[in-house]
Structures are given as C-alpha cells and as structure tokens.
C-alpha cells in the first residue's frame, strides 16, 4: 500500500514537472515571437538565465493559477455568467503580469494587451498537457474530474452504492433524426448504445399539441403541464401574455404544476437540475430559468455551477476561444447560404451568432461540466438540458449539415459523461431523452408573403401594415442566456401587455398560432366570432397553409374547423374519423381535445397545412425548422434507456404526452432504489 502511494505521489510530481516544462518552453517562444514581451535584459544575457527567468516565470504563473484564480471565480460569482467569460482573458493576464512582476531576475516585462495572449496560450497548453498525461493514470484522471465536484459533499455521509440517474435532454432532437445520426456514424457513442450488443433500448414517445420545451420539460419534471396550450398564449383573467421561456411565467408555471400534481418534482430528493426552464424540486440547480428571478443567496451563488467549470482557468480560456470560433462559423455559414441562396432560409444576423454561440458552446460547456461534478459528488437524480441543436436547426434546418455538426459534439458530450460515471463513487444509470423534435420548412410568410397576423387583420376587415413584426425564435438558447445573465427580463413586460380594444391578439409558437380577443373576458365561441368578424374563420380555414382550426361552440362545445366548411366537434374525433386532422396521425384527436379541455387555451387556436409525404411545415415565425404544434417530426421525441431499467411501456402501447413521460422516469427512479415521490394508485397503473 505504501509502494502504490509512493508511485502515486512520484507519478504526480512527474506530470508537474512536465507541465512546468512545457509552460517554460512555451514562454520561451512567446518571449521571441512577440516583441511586447520581454525576460531578458535591453542588453542581453545568457540562455540559462532567460531558461532560469522563464522558469520561474511559468512556475510562478502557474501557482498563481491553481491558488489564486478560485478564489478570484468565487468572488466574481456575483457577476453574471457570461461577463465573468469575458473576463477571463483580463484575469488571466492580470496573473502573469504579477508572476513577472515578483521574478528575482527582474527581467520579466510585457505589455498589458500582450499578457492576454500569452496568458492564454499559456494556460491552454498546460491544461492540454495535464489533460494528455493523466489519460494514462486513471487515478489522476480521476482526481482532475473530481474537481468539479462539490468538494462540501464530500464532508458528508458515505456515498450510496444504488444505482444513481442522470437524465440528459438533447432539446429538438427527434427519434428518426436520431437513428439516422447513428446509423451514419455521426453520432458513434449512440451507435454503440444501440448496436449488435446494445445497452440501450430507444423508444418514440408522443407530444402534446404543444411540442415545445415549455409544455414537454414541464410535464416531465414536475408531472404536470395541464394549461399549458402553446410556447406563449394570453390569459385574459390576468391579461398578460404567458411566456414559458420568461422567468416570471416559468416560476408561476412551476408553482402551478407542483400544486396541481402534490409534489415538489422529480428532482425534489437529492437532485440537480442543469441548463432547464424548471427546476424538478432540485436543490442543486444552474442555468434554471424559474428561478432567475429569485434574489440569490450567497450560499445559492456559491452552487451556481459556474464556479466549479471557471475555476480551472483553462477551461475559461478554452471556452471564450470555442465562443468566438462559434461566433466566425456562424457568420461564415450565414453568409455562404446566401451566397448559394440556399432555400428554405431565414435570416441569421443581428445578435444570433452570439446566441448560438452561447448555446453551443457555454450553455453545453458549464452543463456538462456541472453534470460531471454531480456524478462524482453522488446525486442520486441528475436532470439536464442540452439546447445546441434546437438553436442551429431552427435556423439552419433539422437536416442541415450545421446541424449534424452540432449533433457531433453532443455525442462527444455523452461519451464524457459515461466516461465519467465509471469513476463515479456510486453506479450511474444514463438517460437519454428529447422533448419534441423538429419539423423542417419554409416559413408561411415566405411562401404566402404574409404573416399570420397580417391574415387574420385582414380576415377581420381590418389595414394590413406593410411589415408585420417578427416572433422571436431561439426561444430556449434565449432562455439559457437570460438564466445566465439572472435577468428577470420584466423590462420586456409591457410589450407583452395588449390594450383593451376589439383588435385581436396574434401570437405564434412554431406552427401553432393562437389569436384571442382581449376586449371579451371569456374564451369567444364561433357564434361570437361570427358576429363580430363574419369573414374570420372562414379566411383561416379555407387558406391553404392552414391545416385546422380548433374553436369553442355554443351548440358543440369544442369544434373543429377545416377547408371547405368541414367542421367536426372534437367529441366525435377519433383516429378512425379524424375530419380535418386525417393528415396528423395517430393521436392527434386526443391532443387537441384536451387542449380545448384547457381554461386558458385561445379564442382560436390555428394549426399550420402539414405536408405528410415531405413531413414538412409552415412556421409562423421565422424558423425553417420549428415545432410548437401538430405536424411530422415534431411531436415524435425519444426517450433512450439502459436495458437495466425496465421497458417504458408494454409490448404494443405508446408513451403519450411528457406527463407520462414523467411517470415512467419516476419508476426508473424507484427501481434504482432512488428517491420516492408519492405516486398515487392510479397513476402507478398507468405508468
């Protein structure tokens, strides 16, 4: 035992002093690439004292580095996320100019902007060599992983030897995109889940009539997504404009789901909730839009996530340089689609590359990191969202090459992670889910020249402006921004507030529109409607990127509308009589008859035409890959799961809406022996 500690402590020092060699060299070669930056005397001196300066130089810069920059990251915990990766380079420089600066020799002397460089070449290809050496060690492997940890957790009791859960959204990935991915080697750690000897067994599940984050991640951590009928939707009892991706309408949400299914979340017993819109009842939470709003403590900032990844300076460094690499693609990309006037496209400028970038790069970056650190520190429930690509395909398309790109770099993701877990103090089971997917598509501006607000003015008899306002998109790599920057973002409140006058309310989420009448304080029936605007429904229905409307009836309760004057109450849907939801599938009936079951759902809820041969969509915002509604790949996510959990569903059944998604992950948790939420009798047996 002694002979192994002593190998140990030699092996260390071995790696150290490597390290400390190379950081010399590298010195040594800024010092003469770079004529700001100086370790020797106007006069000149010998090359073993510029050896010996750039020795103590690198030595003393990397002390600095392991002793001082943590402390510096805690204390600028009170600086938003994405301030504090600015920052970097300037901390990083501050740091060498202090190692030059207490050198003996008193030959160290560079230029403030030139100590940014080296600072940083400097740390990058220390972390590298570390990084390179201690892949042989598994020990030192170890180690390195174990600091980013909570290094509290370890004054606690011993870890559990159960089986611990980390669940991983990969956000707008869809069950075929997904096969295809690994079938074509683009995705190899899946490919290898799934193959001749599989660990995995991969499972379609079906959305609800919302098929975004909002509704689906909802659903699944806190068991409930009822009255959620779209992304954004107006509640004329408060008259304000519900926005999932908004940290005043994700709280409220929240605080209505935990009330209505009688318990705090999947997440509520030792959990960590990472990169979502919610929280899942987790104590451990970064990047959590609901609780953006919240005042943070000093002990909540200190379990932000952030400190565990920026407290290796190296890898600050790294991901500022990714950021701005990011942010070139990007633009590059961009500008070769209108080059090649590519189409279906949109518009990529503005502040996009930017948030891309972010959702890329930092977003996955701080995720992943605070994953790994939950698994070494033992969590028993683990819940986190990846939004790379449901950014790009937004924008590029879900069948893009930048796209598959980004899907690359999340199956390097998942492959560190299960790396990961076999050095974990306990045994991890890992879980691979989607909340939606995504269906590809012009916009239905693009191919109609107006949007659908500009429709429905002119339905109702009312001017039609030339340029109609554009609907944000990038919904949750804006979510994951603002989550970053703790923004409760209230300043952009009153421009969700309308007026009290006979106009309607046009909103849009992906290929689902929803139009209310602000001035009527209930939900308006089609006789109402009628009255008012006789032309309205008919303009809608009739038009040909419309697929169906759903609308209140006086005579039929909820009634379904279609071209050529199809209408069908929504009782008398079935998938065998589907009416003007034929070209929807399976299942669709049911989703949009519970969402008219929802008190805020909107006067008139318009779903986009639905091409089922292409599986293509026309979006009400400018995405050319969107979901949000009915229609293609959208509504089919994946839920992927070791073989040791049992099967999702029986032999023949379908997993349908996110709250029974929920069920069956709670289950999983109650198989690992994990923590026990109650379940009631019924709910059991439909999970």
């Known amino acids: 035992m002694r002979g192994v500690r002593w190998r140990r402590v030699v092996s260390q020092i071995g790696r150290s002093v490597t390290v400390w060699a190379v950081s010399t060299v590298a010195m040594l070669v800024l010092a003469g690439l770079l004529p700001d930056f100086q370790i020797q005397s106007p006069d000149g001196d010998s090359a ?11 030595g003393a810069f990397g002390l600095l580095s392991a002793l001082v920059w943590p402390v510096l990251v805690r204390l600028l915990l009170l600086v938003p996320a994405l301030v504090l990766g600015l920052l970097v380079f300037v901390l990083n420089g501050s740091l060498l100019l202090i190692a ?67 669940f991983l959204q990969l956000d707008g990935v869809g069950h075929d995109i997904l096969l295809a991915a690994a079938a074509k080697g683009v995705m190899p ?23 975004q984050t909002g509704a689906s991640q909802l659903g699944i951590l806190h068991g409930s997504n009822h009255d959620v009928p779209a992304f954004r939707w107006y509640e004329k009892d408060s008259r304000e404009v519900m926005v999932c991706n908004r940290p005043s309408s994700a709280a409220e949400l929240q605080r209505r789901a ?65 950021f701005v690499a990011e942010v070139g693609r990007e633009i590059a990309q961009s500008t070769r689609s ?19 970038a972010f959702a890329t790069v930092v977003e996955r970056d701080v995720v992943v990191a605070a994953v790994m650190g939950d698994m070494l520190a033992g969590r028993t429930a683990v819940y986190a969202d990846l939004v790379a690509y449901d950014e790009v395909a937004h924008h590029s398309g879900p069948h893009s090459r930048d796209a598959e790109k980004v899907l690359e770099r999340l199956d390097r993701s998942l492959a560190l992670i299960a790396n990961v877990a076999e050095h974990a103090p306990r045994p991890y089971r890992i879980v691979v889910l989607s909340d939606h997917g995504q269906s590809p598509g012009e916009t239905f501006r693009t191919r109609y020249g107006l949007g659908l607000g500009e429709l429905v003015r002119a339905g109702c008899g009312l001017p039609v402006p030339r340029k109609a306002q554009r609907t944000h998109s990038g919904a949750e790599a804006r979510a994951a921004v603002r989550a970053a920057l703790r923004r409760p973002v209230e300043e952009d409140r009153e421009q969700y507030r309308p007026s009290r006058h006979s106009e309607p309310l046009v909103l849009a989420s992906g290929n689902l529109g929803l139009i209310s009448f602000p001035d009527v304080p209930h939900r308006m029936t089609k006789e109402e409607i009628d009255a008012r605007h006789p032309a309205l429904l008919t303009t809608l229905a009739n038009h040909p990127g419309i697929g169906f409307l759903l609308v209140r009836s006086e005579e039929h309760g909820g009634l379904v509308l279609g071209a050529h004057g199809a209408a069908v109450p929504v009782d008398e849907l079935d998938d065998d009589h589907p009416g003007p939801l034929a070209d929807f599938g399976p299942g669709a009936a049911d989703a949009v008859r519970r969402t008219h079951s929802f008190p805020h759902t909107a006067d008139i809820m318009v779903n986009s035409w639905y091409d089922p041969y292409d599986g293509e969509v026309l979006a009400f915002e400018e995405q050319i890959g969107s979901h949000g509604g009915l229609g293609g790949a959208q509504a089919k996510p994946f839920l992927l799961s070791p073989l040791a959990c049992s099967a999702p569903v029986g032999h023949g059944e379908d997993i349908v809406g996110a709250e029974h998604v929920h069920r069956v992950l709670r289950r999983w948790l109650g198989e690992a022996n994990g923590p026990q939420v109650p379940l009631p009798a019924e709910e059991e047996r439909a999970a």
């Open 100 to 166: 030059l600066r207490i050198n003996p020799s008193g030959r160290g002397e560079v230029a403030p902007e030139t100590a940014v460089v080296v600072a940083a070449v400097m740390s990058a290809l220390a972390s590298a060599t570390g990084a390179a050496l201690a892949v042989r060690d598994d020990d030192a492997y170890r180690r390195r992983l174990y600091r980013l940890a909570d290094r509290r957790r370890g004054a606690g009791p011993a870890c559990p030897t159960t089986h611990g859960t980390v």
């Open 338 to 356: 209108r080059i090649d006037k590519a189409r279906p496209r949109v518009a990529r400028g503005g502040l996009y590359p930017f948030v891309r």
């Open 258 to 322: 935990v009330t209505r299914a009688g318990h705090g979340g999947l997440l509520s017993v030792d959990g960590a909730s990472r990169g979502n819109l919610f929280s899942g009842g987790a104590e451990e939470q970064a990047l959590v839009l609901s609780i953006a709003i919240v005042r943070r403590s000093r002990e909540n900032r200190s379990r932000a996530g952030y400190f565990a990844y920026f407290s290796d300076p190296a890898n600050a460094v790294r991901t500022v340089m990714s």
């Open 189 to 211: 750690t899946v490919a290898g889940w799934l193959g001749d000897r599989p660990t995995h067994r991969l499972t379609p599940w079906r959305t609800d009539w919302s098929s």
């Open 48 to 58: 073993t004292r510029i050896a010996v300066t750039a020795a103590f130089g690198a």
